[in-house]
């Protein structure tokens, strides 16, 4: 069964009584080039286990199963179970996991799912979990890669740079746990229903160390939410907003200075180095 095919893909959903869940943000692929493309970008071999997040009905699954040693999709629509257990019939390396990604323990499953493989996330994920499951991946630490196919602005926003419109305080969490690259983008005809947005595929290889030494991780992005909290602020006034019970608007002044920053900055212009330099000079004085 070709699972990119409308031919196909309609006859099957109408015999399993299956409709389209706005909710879940369902849109299946209809063009085979992309899960082979998302397949291959994510590096699945046989020494790898591959984590995937809403198979719908599986076409990526079957391009992940054909080079990964394990896969693991996790489907959060119980409607779908029935039409995976046809479509990935002949994948005995695939295990569908019925669930929510946000709520199921990742170790758990993880251990019972990737034994001795190199766990990896690959997926073409609904838009409305997007920032939330990949925050909970990343914070994980527990995959080599993530590979995902998500909304275009998403994906401009992870990969980022400073002095731009799409830099903010989600570009620094990404990049802060992993080395992100924007591959390619998917225009919305090659899905069913088409979408109204463009996606694109993003590959995040996870850092074997973070880019810059924080003296903590959590007063590091505690900074870069202050920074971002209201864009156009000057970073001064957001730390200040931040650290109004610990630090005086003069003390968060001395430590831009330390930091060769002046007072009229703001945090878009900042890199992560940077963030992370300001970061511990404000640890120091916290004491």
Do not use: W
């Not at 699945?44 to 198979?55: K, N, Q, S, V, Y």
């Not at 409607?79 to 990935?88: D, F, G, I, R």
């Amino acid at each position: 069964m070709d699972l990119c095919d409308l031919r196909e893909i309609k006859p099957l959903l109408t015999r399993y009584g299956f409709h389209f869940s706005k909710s879940m943000g369902q849109n299946f692929l209809i063009d085979g080039s992309v899960p082979q493309a998302i397949a291959e970008a994510s590096g699945a071999d046989e020494t790898t286990a591959a984590l995937e997040i809403g198979p719908g009905i599986g076409p990526l699954t079957v391009q992940l199963a054909r080079r990964a040693g394990k896969v693991a999709a996790v489907e959060l629509d119980t409607a779908l179970l029935p039409v995976l257990a046809e479509t990935l019939a002949d994948c005995p390396n695939v295990t569908v996991i019925p669930g929510n990604i946000m709520k199921l323990d990742l170790d758990a499953l993880l251990a019972e799912h990737c034994g001795s493989l190199t766990p990896i996330v690959c997926a073409n994920l609904p838009y409305n979990i997007t920032t939330p499951v990949l925050t909970r991946l990343l914070e994980s630490r527990r995959f080599a890669s993530i590979t995902v196919m998500i909304q275009r602005e998403v994906a401009k926003r992870i990969c980022a740079r400073p002095n731009t419109g799409d830099y903010g305080a989600f570009t620094l969490l990404c990049q802060y746990y992993a080395d992100c690259e924007l591959l390619f983008e998917v225009p919305p005809h090659c899905f069913y229903p088409a979408p109204k947005v463009t996606s694109a595929v993003v590959r995040m290889t996870s850092r074997s160390a973070p880019p810059a030494a924080v003296d903590s991780e959590a007063r590091f992005f505690q900074v870069v939410r202050a920074a971002f909290l209201q864009r156009r602020k000057k970073l001064l006034n957001g730390l200040s907003s931040a650290f109004s019970n610990q630090l005086t608007k003069e003390q968060l002044r001395e430590a831009l200075t330390a930091c060769g920053l002046g007072e009229n900055t703001r945090g878009e212009q900042l890199s992560l180095e940077q963030f992370a330099a300001l970061s511990n000079v404000i640890g120091e004085l916290l004491g």
